[in-house]
């Protein structure tokens, strides 16, 4: 569902991603790890098209990119979310379901508020709404039109225990449903358990790309080792 060949980023004198490849098939979650400045939002950033790409090529489900086609495919959830200061929760979903002319959206939206504890806040604007219910809401919107690709870039963070319990319970059921999820996230706990294989980036390249056993097989022979130690040990300076 997603194929990245060669994609190179530069920030003026910076290399920020350094031809990476990539390929996630349906069904799978793969978790995106790597110290800060690796080069993890960036490279969402320029699969989903909000940053221009020096090289490479990127296809969704087929399509390029930046097509029409590839955006009625996917949905990305970033670090910080952005809501709308003058409407309420309940027009968030409103938005989105004109914007992808859906019907009959209704009993899913509600299920999706349900789950997130929103249903008694349906009615706030998004300018008093806390961060965590901020991110709430963008994933709800971002899941209402079902997409086949979903890109969530710490999609953790301000969410409280309960919320992200509940969002480990949707990539999951996602993943049985056969979509693609990329996770991209410095809380390696949240992911150790429900991803395929995880993707390590350091200084713009993927330096390890495999499942979490395997990668324990290889460097630590602890089958009881956790991923932050793994993370750690592959991260580390030489």
Not at 5 to 23: M, P, S
Not at 97 to 118: F, G, I, K, M, V
Not at 123 to 140: A, E, F, T, Y
Not at 190 to 205: L, N, P, Q, T
Request: glycine share 8%.
């Amino acid at each position: 569902m997603l194929e990245v060949k060669g994609l190179v980023k530069r920030f003026q004198k910076q290399l920020a991603v350094d031809q990476l490849d990539a390929r996630l098939e349906g069904g799978e979650v793969v978790g995106l790890l790597g110290p800060n400045g690796a080069g993890k939002s960036t490279t969402i950033k320029c699969i989903v098209g909000l940053l221009r790409k020096d090289a490479g090529e990127i296809y969704i489900g087929g399509h390029d990119h930046l097509s029409l086609e590839a955006k009625r495919l996917f949905a990305y959830i970033p670090e910080t979310p952005n809501v709308y200061d003058l409407l309420t929760i309940d027009d968030h979903l409103k938005f989105i379901a004109q914007a992808y002319s859906l019907t009959h959206w209704q009993p899913y939206a509600e299920e999706l508020l349900e789950a997130y504890d929103l249903l008694d806040k349906r009615d706030k604007l998004g300018r008093d709404l806390s961060k965590g219910m901020r991110q709430k809401v963008s994933i709800c919107c971002a899941l209402l039109h079902d997409p086949q690709v979903l890109f969530f870039d710490e999609p953790m963070i301000g969410l409280d225990p309960k919320a992200i319990r509940q969002t480990k319970l949707i990539f999951k059921q996602l993943k049985e449903k056969g979509k693609t999820i990329l996770v991209s996230t410095h809380l390696i706990d949240s992911v150790e358990h429900i991803a395929d294989r995880v993707m390590i980036m350091k200084a713009g390249k993927v330096v390890h790309n495999d499942t979490v056993a395997s990668l324990r097989e290889q460097y630590s022979g602890d089958a009881l080792s956790s991923l932050e130690d793994l993370f750690l040990e592959l991260t580390k300076d030489a």
